[in-house]
């Protein structure tokens, strides 16, 4: 997107698009977390300056703070989005699982020269876009999910909440509230990352060992493991509940010589990529406390496989 304009005459706003370009990450790291899905999330970044943009030089300098209405614009294309996701989830062939974002570091070769700037990069991978967080999320109603994101993630005040959700501050208060209750309920204690990084090696090997036992002992009772493969690939209809079954069916799986399975970080957590001729074609994500696995997300839609295979 391009502008056209003269400096400031007032010094209080510069509309030049570089005075805008800071916005971009954040607000890319705001819509990724309300809607569990980059290619989304780009998207409504992109309506948001494209609606800005479509303004003329007049209207954009009588904004008070243009990230202020880029938040709020945001904001609301989330709000829209997640109710109308809600409708086209229920038409998903299978399990939907979030968008898995790989760590920088393990893009694949040639990805990281500086030539090109991957919307996957300006994701901070902490603890709020974790698979397990992302997952919950997905219960909570659209309404909830912004209300909680803005205020309890990135710390907006509900008066400025409020406009974005189209409710008053006390109501939007209470949607973060009952979201919160949500979050704390499904949360157990973290074990460290190394711990972490431990097992999901120790799950790897038993998997390439076909060892049943090894992998019964790695996982949880009541663990848990859901596939997606969006309709386009062999993937699990339903999720795998019991240590013993989800043992059996990953032992049951014939990995080509040509797949290997390999280390690495899947939403800022340890966990899996099975690459096939140096493609990427499923990511694992692990939620493990207390040294065992409760759940596991195998995703292997490959639209949602994107940031893995940038070049």
Same mark, same amino acid.
């Given at each position: 997107?391009?502008?056209?304009?003269?400096?400031?005459?007032?010094?209080?706003?510069?509309?030049?698009? /570089?005075? &805008?370009?800071?916005?971009?990450?954040?607000?890319?790291?705001?819509?990724?977390?309300?809607?569990? /899905?980059?290619?989304?999330?780009?998207?409504?970044?992109?309506?948001?300056?494209?609606?800005?943009?479509?303004?003329?030089?007049?209207?954009?300098?009588?904004?008070?703070?243009?990230?202020?209405?880029?938040? @709020?614009?945001?904001?609301?294309?989330?709000?829209?989005?997640?109710?109308?996701?809600?409708?086209?989830?229920?038409?998903?062939?299978?399990?939907?699982?979030?968008?898995?974002?790989?760590?920088?570091?393990?893009?694949?070769?040639?990805?990281?020269?500086?030539?090109?700037?991957?919307?996957?990069?300006?994701?901070?991978?902490?603890?709020?876009? /974790?698979?397990?967080?992302?997952?919950?999320?997905?219960?909570?109603?659209?309404?909830?999910?912004?209300?909680?994101?803005?205020?309890?993630?990135?710390?907006?005040?509900?008066?400025?909440?409020?406009?974005?959700?189209?409710? %008053?501050?006390?109501?939007?208060?209470?949607?973060?509230? /009952?979201?919160?209750?949500?979050?704390?309920?499904?949360?157990?204690?973290? %074990?460290?990352?190394?711990?972490?990084?431990?097992?999901? @090696?120790?799950? @790897?090997?038993?998997?390439?060992?076909?060892?049943?036992?090894?992998?019964?002992?790695?996982?949880?009772?009541?663990?848990?493991?859901?596939?997606?493969?969006?309709?386009?690939?062999?993937?699990?209809?339903?999720?795998?509940?019991?240590?013993?079954?989800?043992?059996?069916?990953?032992?049951?799986?014939?990995?080509?010589?040509?797949?290997?399975?390999?280390?690495?970080?899947?939403?800022?957590?340890?966990?899996?990529?099975?690459?096939?001729?140096?493609?990427?074609?499923?990511?694992?994500?692990?939620?493990?406390?207390?040294?065992?696995?409760?759940?596991?997300?195998?995703?292997?839609?490959?639209? @949602? &496989?994107?940031?893995?295979?940038?070049?």
């Amino acid at each position: 997107m391009t502008s056209t304009s003269t400096a400031p005459q007032d010094g209080r706003f510069d509309p030049m698009p /570089s005075a &805008l370009t800071g916005e971009r990450r954040r607000l890319l790291n705001l819509a990724y977390r309300m809607l569990g /899905s980059l290619a989304e999330a780009e998207d409504v970044v992109q309506e948001t300056y494209a609606r800005w943009y479509a303004m003329s030089p007049r209207q954009q300098e009588a904004v008070a703070s243009p990230g202020g209405w880029l938040t @709020k614009v945001a904001g609301r294309i989330c709000l829209d989005v997640l109710r109308s996701a809600r409708a086209r989830r229920e038409q998903y062939v299978g399990e939907w699982v979030p968008e898995p974002l790989p760590a920088r570091a393990e893009w694949p070769a040639g990805a990281m020269d500086g030539s090109t700037s991957d919307p996957a990069d300006h994701v901070t991978l902490d603890e709020s876009v /974790s698979m397990a967080f992302l997952v919950v999320l997905e219960a909570m109603t659209p309404a909830e999910r912004v209300a909680f994101i803005l205020h309890d993630v990135f710390r907006y005040p509900f008066s400025e909440v409020a406009d974005i959700v189209g409710r %008053s501050p006390a109501a939007c208060r209470q949607l973060a509230s /009952s979201a919160r209750r949500r979050v704390d309920a499904s949360r157990a204690p973290l %074990s460290p990352t190394a711990q972490r990084a431990g097992v999901v @090696k120790e799950f @790897k090997l038993a998997w390439q060992a076909k060892d049943i036992n090894a992998l019964i002992g790695l996982l949880d009772p009541a663990a848990t493991a859901i596939g997606d493969g969006g309709g386009r690939v062999t993937a699990l209809v339903r999720p795998i509940e019991g240590a013993e079954q989800i043992a059996r069916f990953f032992a049951d799986r014939t990995l080509p010589g040509r797949l290997a399975v390999r280390e690495c970080t899947v939403n800022g957590q340890p966990g899996l990529a099975a690459h096939l001729d140096g493609a990427v074609v499923s990511v694992y994500a692990f939620d493990i406390a207390d040294g065992g696995i409760r759940r596991i997300w195998a995703v292997l839609n490959p639209e @949602k &496989l994107r940031p893995w295979k940038r070049k």
